[in-house]
């Protein structure tokens, strides 16, 4: 369990450095007023893929000796609709779920509630999930 | 050395901490045989704390142990990076969006948070609801109906060419573009 501690504090660690965690460069990135985000998000997904490309192409396996397994994402409504509502969150509260982690660790201890209230949505949704077009 | 750590504290630019975003995917893949992705955590929480039966929360979160305790370390990375790596420089954003919050009250950019917004006293006033609450709800519901957020749609589904994540992708752009024109302009106005 170690790695994956010493892995999430390398990436709350890049979060915060790269400004991800920032309400004002969401804002800006929503404006098209800079390219940092773009930037950032567009070089990601291209080391991404380099790397899976790679793993597949070498057939490179896990550390204990598996051979890597990435299971296919299934397309359904909710990716169109659940895409939209949490865009409009991004937007308010400046953070996808990894920087509200980090923003809450960084000391803005109010974050803590909306995380809450992250969870409290998570929960309403697998409450009401099978009401909701799919 | 002093160089090394005078070039920590500073931003980094996006060609740096881009390609080391991406190289978390390889990393989770090659350590442990783990898909990269956040907001499921959330769900495992729920599924810890508060199944209340519902079939959606009933599984064996345990086995998913490994992205809580990833969770943890991004809340223990935050506080390192705000606490030792920041050089205590406001944040520098483009000039229309300063006087655009400026009109909002907007004026601190001392921490990457707004701290004229972000607060203990503005959470229980209606705006500051709206943002932190209302706000915090939207990812919360928005992220496990899409069925994964930026790093588990945008990052890990794209990098691994997956087209129900570009279609995510899209739309959590398409909705964070709404709010920030359209919508938040009158939230931030109250």
């Not at chain 1, 397309?75 to 509502?85: P, Q, S």
């Not at chain 1, 809450?104 to 974050?111: D, H, L, P, Q, S």
């Not at chain 2, 080391?20 to 442990?32: A, D, R, S």
Request: glycine residues 12%.
């Amino acid at each position: 369990m170690l790695k994956y501690l010493l892995a999430g504090i390398a990436f709350g660690v890049i979060l915060v450095k790269a400004e991800l965690v920032s309400w004002f460069r969401i804002q800006e990135m929503f404006r098209l007023q800079s390219f940092h985000l773009y930037g950032i998000i567009g070089s990601a997904v291209v080391v991404g893929m380099i790397s899976v490309w790679l793993i597949k192409k070498l057939g490179i396996k896990s550390i204990s000796g598996d051979a890597i397994h990435i299971p296919d994402k299934k397309f359904h409504k909710g990716n169109v609709y659940g895409g939209l509502i949490f865009g409009l969150g991004w937007a308010l509260t400046g953070a996808c779920p990894g920087p509200l982690l980090a923003q809450a660790g960084g000391g803005a201890t109010v974050i803590a509630v909306t995380l809450l209230s992250a969870v409290a949505g998570t929960w309403v949704y697998g409450k009401v999930r099978e009401r909701l077009p799919h | 050395m002093e160089q090394l750590s005078l070039w920590l504290r500073q931003p980094w630019p996006w060609y740096v901490a881009g390609p080391l975003i991406g190289l978390t995917v390889p990393l989770l893949l090659i350590i442990g045989n783990k898909t990269f992705g956040i907001s499921s955590s959330l769900r495992h929480v729920c599924a810890a704390c508060m199944p209340a039966k519902i079939p959606f929360f009933t599984y064996e979160w345990k086995k998913e142990k490994w992205n809580l305790v990833f969770a943890l370390g991004i809340l223990l990375g935050g506080f390192l990076a705000m606490t030792f790596l920041r050089d205590g420089t406001a944040v520098t954003v483009h000039p229309h969006l300063v006087s655009e919050l400026s009109g909002y009250g907007i004026n601190d950019y001392s921490s990457l948070i707004p701290a004229d917004l972000f607060n203990w006293q503005q959470l229980f006033t209606l705006r500051g609801a709206i943002m932190m609450i209302g706000g915090g709800f939207l990812v919360g519901f928005g992220t496990r109906y899409a069925g994964g957020c930026t790093s588990g749609h945008s990052i890990m589904g794209l990098s691994s060419l997956q087209w129900p994540s570009l279609v995510a992708t899209c739309c959590f752009m398409a909705g964070g573009f709404i709010m920030a024109n359209l919508i938040l302009p009158y939230i931030l106005s109250i």
